[in-house]
């Protein structure tokens, strides 16, 4: 609740930031590649995944705070999950996300250099185990029941929660042709894995992490 809290209150920032600066505020659309991993233990026994290929597109917007400084609120459609090591088996899971970035954009040569960090929301909204056998739907849940545990152990469905966050760190360059090319690194912080029966599990959490590369356009 404090972190739903915490983007709430930036968002509403953000949002009034702009409508004090729509004359200066820009709009942008970017679209690239995601390396992603899940990192954790379950059970005590770390996960030990390959990155999984996926990809991410959207629309943000640059809101002026400072000479050189924006906020940076945007929309994404992403794709996450992991590559087990042996084997065929890929976890796939999609999310709208939300990041909020501070953004440091000077110019660099005749174009601008691009650093910035900041959180991110993500929102849930599919996924499936995909395998030499038939694919097993991913649900989201935050609670588990006692048939959704022995469902997921006999491999019919795998459950995880549907909320994540974390935060972002970015790296580019624009253009001044406002074409831009970007590296971003990404930590989730949020335990994807659902209490089972009301009780948090101690010894399982599992996270988001990846990074990857985009192109975008100012307009």
């Known amino acids: 609740m404090k972190t739903k809290a915490l983007l709430i209150a930036l968002s509403t920032t953000v949002f009034a930031l702009g409508a004090k600066a729509q004359d200066k505020t ?12 899940l990192n954790g233990k379950i059970n005590n026994v770390d996960i030990d995944n390959k990155l999984k290929t996926g990809f991410n597109i959207g629309v943000n917007a640059e809101v002026p705070i400072a000479p050189d400084f924006y906020v940076q609120p945007g929309v994404l459609f992403t794709t996450k999950g992991a590559k087990a090591k042996q084997g065929d088996e890929k976890i796939n899971v999609s999310y709208v996300e939300v990041p909020i970035n501070l953004l440091y954009k000077p110019t660099l040569g ?76 990404q930590l989730g912080m949020s335990n994807l894995f659902p209490k089972v029966g009301g009780t948090k599990p101690d010894n399982t959490k599992v996270k988001n992490t990846g990074f990857g590369v985009s192109v975008g356009y100012r307009f």
Request: hydrophobic share 35%; charged share 25%; net charge neutral.
């Open 26 to 37: 820009t709009f942008g659309v970017r679209a690239g590649v995601n390396f992603q991993n």
């Open 110 to 185: 005749d174009g601008k250099l691009l650093l910035g960090f900041g959180p991110y929301i993500g929102i849930g909204v599919g996924g499936k185990i995909k395998g030499d056998g038939p694919d097993t739907d991913i649900k989201f849940k935050n609670d588990l029941s006692a048939q959704d545990a022995m469902d997921e152990s006999n491999g019919k469905v795998w459950f995880q929660k549907r909320l994540d966050f974390g935060g972002n760190l970015l790296v580019g360059y624009e253009l001044s042709s406002k074409i831009s090319a970007q590296l971003n690194a």
